[in-house]
């Protein structure tokens, strides 16, 4: 089956431009997670959506970064304006666990590296 | 607050070497766990996963891990590493109700031929 996938795979920004990054999961996963990873860190959830709703966003900084995903499929994270400590891998991952069955593991994109100057 | 912290940040082993990493989680309620690798240049792969059942979990490659619930910890371990075992390894834990999915902040692994 096809994984998840991220588009694009890199991109510089100056500070305060805009920028989106897209997530197709893998086909019938219902969850789909948004991270973004600093060098030299951990993965740290920004988002988690389960179908179309959101489930979790309290990491998320909702001044500046935003999420979607209309139709419960696709995915778009937008940062705006972004700034110098934005620059960091963004992951998107999915799983098949919804509502009260997460026993499930997640899966992984390439994710996007992001670089704001 | 859930956490999962990771004991060792930067790890140096020779080939044929034994190898554990620690991880310890902070979750209430029902918790999955998960060990996952990142070879260089890849993307986050599954090592292996606990759920319930056998506290001795065996995934890919050679590695297993153990669940001890008492010490809140889910250790890696391998008996003999190689040069391709060279990678960053990160412990996660999800919530087995919400599927809230937290990483520890990662081991790099670096293994000397």
């Known amino acids: 089956e096809a994984g998840v996938a991220q588009s694009p795979r890199y991109k510089i920004i100056e500070k305060r431009q805009s920028v989106a ?16 990873q600093i060098l030299g860190q951990g993965p ?12 979790d966003d309290s990491q998320l900084p909702k001044d500046r970064f935003s999420a979607e995903r209309l139709k419960g ?15 960091a891998v963004y992951l998107c991952a999915s799983s098949r666990g919804q509502g009260n069955f997460m026993n499930t593991e997640a899966f992984f994109g390439q994710g996007t590296r992001l670089t704001v100057v | 607050a859930q956490s999962v912290s990771q004991h060792n940040h930067h790890v140096i082993l020779s080939e044929a070497a034994s190898l554990e990493l620690g991880c310890n989680y902070s979750y209430g309620g029902t918790v999955n766990l998960f060990w996952y690798v990142q070879y260089p240049g890849q993307h986050l792969q599954l090592l292996l996963k606990y759920f319930s059942g056998d506290p001795l979990v065996k995934g ?29 390894y990160f412990c996660a834990a999800n919530s087995g109700n919400t599927g ?14």
């Open chain 1, 44 to 55: 740290k959830l920004l988002i988690q959506f389960q179908n179309n709703g959101v489930v």
């Open chain 2, 60 to 88: 890919i490659k050679g590695f297993e891990a153990e669940f001890i619930k008492s010490k809140f910890s889910f250790n890696l371990r391998k008996p003999s590493v190689q040069w391709s075992d060279t990678a960053e």
């Open chain 2, 100 to 113: 809230k999915l937290i990483f520890g902040q990662g081991t790099t692994l670096q293994v000397k031929p």
């Open chain 1, 21 to 36: 990054f897209w997530c197709n999961p893998i086909s019938g996963h219902a969850t789909l997670y948004w991270y973004q």
């Open chain 1, 73 to 87: 499929v696709d995915s778009t994270l937008k940062i705006q304006p972004a700034k110098l400590e934005d620059s």
